[in-house]
């Protein structure tokens, strides 16, 4: 059996919708399992929509009739009649529901999010399944709740293999044979009962829980691009395709801030040696890209550029010249920790550390709070990381790309370069 994933993209609007039962229609042979994300952006309008709900502001109705008005023109152009699409409406109400009712002022920020936000996939998926079986593709909606069982962290849930794994393959490996089945993405349900959420663009990570859980032949994600670039097509003038990576490759390009996979993908997939197409759902007659096993690691060695803006650059210094080792930088690191930030790149002196970091005021807050009484510590906005993976000494090629930008921090490691713009 196979496992397709597709992103909101590909199901933005009735006709992306169409294009999606297109390609199920031609590429998919033998027994299917789907995952589906949210509609277009309508994920970040629930994000809006839980911020306007928990603070209780006006507006919380204007998004809840936006995010309506949205999925009913999709309803309306894909033609499907009232009585088929009732479950959407369901869904709509209880949404509803939920943001006119007074909040439970015990219940925490993240959970009311894991309430309000997965009904982007599962309304989604419903106007999926229900197209598709209107227009005679058979399939059957499945809630993806009742088999990624998570650890109960509200919006970076931890997947329970152990009762997972058992739950998709005993119950929905029968199914398969009978007809393709049409999931969530991105959703799941704590041991406590209640809804968790992966991540944003947990999507992908999802279709490989599905993968490894019932030995899937391989996954395919389908993008609105040709496979994986060695730059983002929307900053670089031409980027290459890259046609093979190995899963080393991947997590590598994911770890450097390469948003073609979510990078928990790769572990399920490289432990049972399932590869992963990323193909284009525009034309799926082309080859896009593989990622596969491979002994030797590395499948390429195109140059890969990977460009980071809005980043903080933080300067950490000691106040009485001790040296940054050991215990001082225990100390960096586990307010780092506690303040939430993640490193994308790091340096130290003597006496000072220097980290960059994706903007966040009041992570900064809470660092600089934190670091206070031993350190000096200053701030630079406004940074571009740029890292060259598979980096091959092209100087003229980077001149160009850092133009007349100052490099604030330079590093090189076996695999990549890394430069911090400003
Ligand atoms: N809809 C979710 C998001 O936008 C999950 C996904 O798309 O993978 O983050
Ligand atoms: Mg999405």
Redesign the pocket.
């Known amino acids: 059996m196979r496992v397709f994933?597709f992103?909101?993209a590909s199901v933005k609007s009735a006709s992306a919708v169409k294009n999606v039962a297109e390609v199920l229609r031609t590429q998919s042979d033998g027994p299917l399992l789907v995952v589906i994300?949210?509609m277009g952006?309508?994920?970040?309008k629930l994000e809006s929509l839980v911020d306007a709900y928990y603070y209780n502001k006006e507006e919380k109705r204007v998004l809840y009739k936006e995010i309506l008005n949205f999925h009913a023109e999709i309803i309306q152009d894909l033609q499907i009649a009232e009585n088929e699409y009732y479950e959407v409406e369901n869904l709509l109400i209880e949404l509803e529901c939920i943001i006119e009712k007074k909040r439970d002022e015990s219940s925490p920020y993240d959970t009311e999010y894991d309430r309000i936000?997965p009904f982007?996939?599962l309304i989604?998926t419903k106007i999926v399944s229900t197209y598709l079986n209107k227009i005679g593709y058979k399939n059957r909606w499945i809630d993806a709740r009742n088999f990624v069982i998570t650890t109960n962290k509200n919006r970076a849930a931890n997947v329970l293999w152990e009762e997972s794994v058992p739950l998709i393959n005993s119950s929905l490996k029968p199914l398969l044979d009978r007809q393709t089945i049409i999931t969530q993405?991105?959703i799941g349900r704590g041991l406590n009962h209640k809804n968790t959420?992966?991540?944003?663009?947990?999507?992908?990570?999802?279709a490989a829980i599905f993968a490894y859980a019932l030995d899937a032949e391989s996954v395919t994600i389908w993008k609105d691009v040709d496979g994986v670039m060695n730059a983002d097509p929307r900053k670089f003038e031409n980027p290459v395709l890259i046609d093979k990576l190995s899963y080393n490759e991947a997590i590598e390009l994911a770890y450097y801030g390469a948003s073609v996979i979510?990078p928990k993908t790769i572990q399920p997939l490289k432990n049972k040696k399932i590869p992963l197409y990323v193909k284009s759902f525009l034309d799926p007659s082309k080859p896009g890209t593989v990622v596969m096993e491979n002994d030797n690691c590395a499948l390429n060695d195109i140059q890969c550029y990977i460009v980071k803006e809005y980043q903080s650059m933080v300067t950490i210094a000691t106040k009485d010249f001790s040296f940054i080792v050991e215990d001082n930088l225990e100390l960096i690191f586990s307010a780092l920790n506690k303040a939430g930030i993640q490193l994308n790149m790091m340096q130290n002196s003597a006496i000072s550390f220097i980290g960059c970091y994706n903007e966040d005021t009041l992570k900064t807050e809470e660092l600089f709070a934190l670091l206070a009484d031993k350190f000096e510590v200053s701030l630079a906005k406004d940074n571009t990381l740029l890292t060259v993976f598979n980096y091959n000494d092209g100087k003229s090629e980077l001149d160009l790309i850092i133009g007349l930008r100052r490099v604030r921090l330079e590093q090189k490691s076996n695999s990549a370069l890394q430069l911090l713009l400003n």
């Not at 952006?41 to 970040?44: A, E, F, V, W, Y």
């Not at 959420?197 to 999802?206: A, H, N, V």
């Open positions: 994933k992103g909101g994300s949210a952006k309508i994920t970040n936000v982007g996939e989604s993405g991105f959420t992966l991540g944003r663009e947990g999507s992908d990570y999802t979510h």
